[in-house]
C-alpha cells in the first residue's frame, strides 16, 4: 500500500456523523492496537492528523468515553453506537479513524493488519 496523503470521509453506521480528516499516510497506517480498551473493540484505525479532524455533521450525536489519564478520547455516535474516532494517548496530535467507517474502505481486503503494542504504553511506566 503507497503512503500518500489524503483526505476522506468517515461515517457511523447511522448516517448522523459524518467525519472528515487528512491521512498523511494515507490507508497506509491502518493498524490494530492491544490495549485493554481497542482489544475489546477490534477496530482496526488508520491515523489522521488531530487538527483535520472535522465534524461535517452531527457533533451534538458524539458521546466521548475517556479512562485513566483521560489523555485519549474516544468518540460513539449516540445513535447506532459506532466508534467513528478518538484522539491518541500516544500523541494526541494524531487521531484515531475507525478504518470500518471510512468512506469506500473494505477492511477485510487489508488484512492482515499489524498490531501495535497499546499493552505497554510508556505513559503506564513508572519513571524512576
Known amino acids: 500500500m503507497t503512503e500518500t496523503s489524503e483526505t476522506r470521509r468517515a461515517s457511523c453506521h447511522c448516517g448522523a456523523v459524518v467525519i472528515e480528516a487528512l491521512f498523511p499516510r ?13 482489544r475489546r473493540r477490534a477496530a482496526a484505525t488508520v491515523t489522521a492528523l488531530a ?21 485519549a478520547q474516544h468518540y460513539f455516535c449516540k445513535t447506532c453506537g459506532i466508534y467513528t474516532h478518538h484522539r491518541r494517548r500516544s500523541n494526541p496530535d494524531e487521531c484515531g479513524v475507525n478504518l470500518g467507517a471510512i468512506e469506500g474502505v473494505l477492511p477485510w481486503e487489508m488484512e492482515p493488519l499489524p498490531y501495535s503494542d497499546g499493552i505497554n504504553h510508556p505513559s503506564d511506566r513508572d519513571p524512576g
Open 26 to 38: 494515507g490507508l497506509a497506517s491502518a493498524a490494530r492496537c492491544t490495549c485493554s480498551f481497542c
Open 51 to 71: 487538527e483535520t479532524v472535522t465534524v461535517l455533521k452531527g457533533a451534538e450525536n458524539l458521546t466521548l468515553y475517556t479512562w485513566g489519564t483521560h489523555t
